[in-house]
Every structure is written in structure tokens, then in C-alpha cells.
């Protein structure tokens, strides 16, 4: 054979090695349990590639070198589900943390409600998801003994998931571990703190949450604490960082921890910013260029973060991606105040039963009320971020179980695979999509360890 054409049988077996491996993921997590995979895969790839270079042989001396690549293009809708699994795909933000908590919610089945499960969260071919340690200070209390316990309880539910179902969940704090997880067909179980209620004002309980494994942390929800601004609340519209909040932006900084900026208010994010050594993220956030909620980022802050090497996350959650949402559900919390505190005063459980009770009623009148919004809308964020920064400063943060209204065909995570379809529909390449989903994150996670 000339030497030409070995080199094109040789860069075909790769390609076909390469598209074995990408197969025999999705059939080892579909299939078989873990300890049989490597030996199946291992005779599995070694027959297949024998046959795939007769094959290739066979077809190159035929003169017919296009046919494979034909026959993967000829059915768009594997090829779409074949490159999302094969990404990691990494969900930055998911409150179902608290379902597991205040109403015993087993995510190894499939539930009946709510955004997330395992079950679910294979179907949607998700690898990573970090959990939201959320501590609600009307609740809990914006710092203090009681907002400490509700983060150390919802700590200890997430790592309960990987003691009871090892099979099912890997506790991760690492890329390696998610890279690590991925391989091993399981989920990788993380951890960021949604708000800093929970440090209590004490910097030496940034470490004491480093090492129970919580990755990120925000420094406000949407109540501002002494030490941080937040954009949910008129405090923060003149509250920064303080000299203690930049010291524990500092400390994050040190450990390892990267800082979040979703939620916070302006001035404190410039404050981040100017105070942060490492690379800063939005873990679930939109661009206030598309949809103008003080929730979202300007094309400045997308420009910073992206300067610092950090990603913006983008949220799944209709009101910061749909211009004029926001307004619209504003008038329906109006009409439907009256229903919800019904629903809350007939509730005879604790303050946080109250809640769930007032939630369920927002959920269904929202989904009656107010317009349907569809993954297209999210893209159109993605796609800003990319027009702005470029590809590499773009991910993901679904904010499931967090919110009482989602985008039409983005529902649970069941559905993310329609996401790497709007991708490629846009024109988005495979290396593309592998960045948006996880590949990213996956960067700043190993940039921001230690
Ligand atoms: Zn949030």
C-alpha cells in the first residue's frame, strides 16, 4: 500500500477508536454495573476494532472513504445525544438539597415532581452537580447558631448521598474527582454556598466549610449581610464588600474556594472583583443586556469575569432570561397573594412546611399564568456571552428545584440534552458544546485549587 494511503487508514481507525470509547460510555452507564465494565469494554473494543480495521481496509480499497462519516450525519438526533454524553456536563446550581432535607425526598428514584433525581439526571446525561448549601435568612437567621446548623444539616444530606448510594453518587471537590466520577459512570456530588449566612461572620468558618467540601460560596442570597451587598434588597444598592468581606474573598482565595457572584449587588461585585486574585464565576445568572432584572450581568461585569478567567453560568429560570418576565409575574404575585397565603395559613406544619405549602400554589399558578418560555431563550444568552467574551467563559446553572417556573422544553433535568440540541442548531462545534456544558468549569476548578 502507498504510504498515503496508510496514513488514511491509520487517522480512520483513530476516528473510529475515538467514536468506540464515546459508545461504549454511554453503553456501560446504560447496561452493565460498574465492576463488569472494564473487562466487557476492554474485549468489546478489542473485537470491534479488529473488525472496524478489516472494515476500513475493505472500504478504502473500494474507494468508498466517506461512508462512515455519511451515516452519523444521516441521523441528526443521535448525533446530538452522542456528543452530549460524551461532554461533562456540569450543572453549577441545583437547590434539591433542600428537598432532601424538609421533605425526605429519595433522589435515587424517580420523583413524581420537583426538577431532579438520579434517575432523571442519567437520562438528561449530567455528570456533575453541585448543590446549593441555601440558608434562608428569614428563616434561619442572616448569621448566627441557627443559620451555621441549616448549612451543616444540608452538608450532611449531600454526603449522605454518596455513604447510602455509592453505586449512584460520587462526593467530589476537584475536577479530577468529576473527570474521575464521569468515567466511573456515577454523578459527582458538589458543594457551594448559596449566601454567606452561614459563616457567621467568622472568618475561620470559610475553612471549616472548605474542609466539610463546599466549593464555592456567594457572599449574599437576596438579603445583604453585614459584610456584602445584595441586588435583592434596598441595602444593597449602596452596600460593596467591607474591609471583613474582603477579607474572606481573600481567604477563599487562599483555600481554594472559588467566590460567586451570583446574587450580590453591584457594588460588590466590582468589589470582587478588585479584591480576587483567582478566577470569579456566576453560578446561576443571566445578562441584564437581554433580560434587565438587577438579578443579571451587565456586558462590563461579563467582561470582568471573563478577564479573570471565571465563567458566567448561565441560569435556566424564565424570569432572568425572558425580557418583560419579571414584570408580567409581579402582577400575577399580586392576583395570586390572596391563594397563597390560603395555602399557607391551611398548612398546620413548621415555618418551612408554610413554605413548601406557598410554593406549591405559585408553581401551579405561574404555569397557568404567565407566557412559555423555551430553550431558544436560554441560548440567546449563551450566544451573548460568546459574542462578548468568546467561548471560553461560558457554562451552565439550571437553579432546579430553586424556582416555581421553567423553561417549556428545559423542565427537569431530564431535558438538558435539548440544550446541546438548540447548541448545534446554532451552529455551535462539538468542542464548542463540550465547553458550554462542563469543560469550562472544569478550567477554573483547577485554576482556583490550590
Ligand atoms: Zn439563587
Known amino acids: 500500500m502507498a504510504i498515503g494511503k496508510v496514513r488514511l487508514i491509520t487517522v480512520k481507525?483513530?476516528?473510529?477508536?475515538?467514536?468506540?470509547?464515546?459508545?461504549?460510555?454511554?453503553?456501560?452507564?446504560?447496561?452493565?454495573?460498574?465492576?463488569?465494565?472494564?473487562?466487557?469494554?476492554?474485549?468489546?473494543?478489542?473485537?470491534?476494532?479488529?473488525?472496524?480495521?478489516?472494515?476500513?481496509?475493505?472500504?478504502?480499497?473500494?474507494?468508498?472513504?466517506?461512508?462512515?462519516?455519511?451515516?452519523?450525519?444521516?441521523?441528526?438526533?443521535?448525533?446530538a445525544l452522542t456528543i452530549h454524553r460524551n461532554a461533562i456536563t456540569i450543572d453549577m446550581h441545583a437547590d434539591t438539597t433542600q428537598r432532601l432535607l424538609d421533605e425526605s425526598v429519595d433522589i435515587d428514584r424517580r420523583l413524581p415532581d420537583g426538577h431532579f433525581d438520579a434517575v432523571r439526571a442519567r437520562e438528561g446525561g449530567l455528570d456533575a452537580q453541585f448543590f446549593s448549601i441555601w440558608v434562608e435568612p428569614q428563616l434561619f437567621g442572616g448569621s448566627g447558631p441557627r443559620a451555621v446548623k441549616r448549612a451543616d444539616d444540608q452538608i450532611a444530606a449531600v454526603r449522605l448521598l454518596a455513604q447510602k448510594h455509592p453505586e449512584t453518587w460520587k462526593l467530589a471537590t476537584s475536577a479530577m474527582d468529576v473527570r474521575d466520577s464521569s468515567r466511573e459512570g456515577k454523578i459527582a456530588a458538589l458543594m457551594g454556598l448559596e449566601g454567606g449566612y452561614a459563616i457567621d461572620e467568622k472568618l475561620a468558618n470559610v475553612g471549616r466549610y472548605y474542609d466539610l467540601g463546599v466549593r464555592y460560596m456567594s457572599p449574599a442570597w437576596s438579603v445583604s449581610t453585614s459584610w456584602a451587598g445584595s441586588s435583592g434588597d434596598d441595602v444593597g444598592k449602596e452596600r460593596g464588600l467591607n474591609e471583613f468581606g474582603k477579607e474572606v474573598v481573600r481567604e477563599m482565595n487562599r483555600l481554594g474556594m472559588m467566590v460567586d457572584v451570583s446574587h450580590v449587588s453591584d457594588k460588590t461585585f466590582w468589589d470582587i472583583i478588585s479584591t480576587s486574585t483567582r478566577p470569579v464565576i456566576a453560578t446561576h445568572s443571566g445578562c441584564r443586556a437581554i433580560a434587565d432584572v438587577p438579578r443579571n450581568l451587565t456586558d462590563e461585569m461579563i467582561k470582568a469575569i471573563a478577564k479573570s478567567g471565571g465563567v458566567v453560568n448561565?441560569?435556566?429560570?424564565?424570569?432572568?432570561?425572558?425580557?418583560?418576565?419579571?414584570?408580567?409575574?409581579?402582577?400575577?404575585?399580586?392576583?395570586?397573594?390572596?391563594?397563597?397565603?390560603?395555602?399557607?395559613?391551611?398548612?398546620?406544619?413548621?415555618?418551612?412546611?408554610?413554605?413548601?405549602?406557598?410554593?406549591?400554589?405559585?408553581?401551579?399558578?405561574?404555569?397557568?399564568?404567565?407566557?412559555?418560555?423555551?430553550?431558544?431563550?436560554?441560548?440567546?444568552?449563551?450566544?451573548?456571552v460568546v459574542k462578548l467574551v468568546g467561548i471560553d467563559y461560558v457554562g451552565i446553572g439550571s437553579?432546579?428545584?430553586?424556582?416555581?417556573?421553567?423553561?417549556?422544553?428545559?423542565?427537569?433535568?431530564?431535558?438538558?440534552?435539548?440544550?446541546?440540541?438548540e447548541l448545534l442548531r446554532r451552529g455551535y462545534s462539538e468542542s464548542d458544546i463540550d465547553k458550554i456544558l462542563g469543560g469550562n468549569m472544569l478550567r477554573v476548578m483547577e485554576a482556583v485549587q490550590k
Open 13 to 79: 481507525v483513530l476516528r473510529n477508536i475515538a467514536m468506540l470509547f464515546r459508545i461504549s460510555k454511554i453503553v456501560n452507564r446504560a447496561l452493565f454495573p460498574r465492576k463488569e465494565r472494564s473487562a466487557r469494554t476492554a474485549l468489546a473494543i478489542a473485537a470491534t476494532l479488529f473488525s472496524l480495521f478489516l472494515t476500513t481496509c475493505r472500504t478504502n480499497q473500494m474507494n468508498n472513504s466517506s461512508k462512515p462519516e455519511t451515516k452519523v450525519k444521516a441521523n441528526e438526533a443521535t448525533d
Open 314 to 384: 448561565v441560569i435556566f429560570y424564565p424570569e432572568h432570561l425572558e425580557p418583560g418576565y419579571a414584570e408580567k409575574k409581579k402582577q400575577v404575585d399580586a392576583e395570586i397573594e390572596p391563594l397563597v397565603q390560603r395555602a399557607s395559613a391551611a398548612e398546620q406544619g413548621d415555618v418551612v412546611q408554610k413554605k413548601l405549602a406557598r410554593d406549591r400554589v405559585r408553581r401551579e399558578e405561574y404555569a397557568r399564568r404567565l407566557p412559555k418560555v423555551t430553550v431558544a431563550r436560554l441560548v440567546d444568552h449563551i450566544d451573548h
Open 399 to 421: 437553579d432546579f428545584d430553586g424556582v416555581q417556573a421553567t423553561l417549556s422544553d428545559l423542565s427537569s433535568v431530564a431535558d438538558l440534552p435539548n440544550l446541546t440540541r
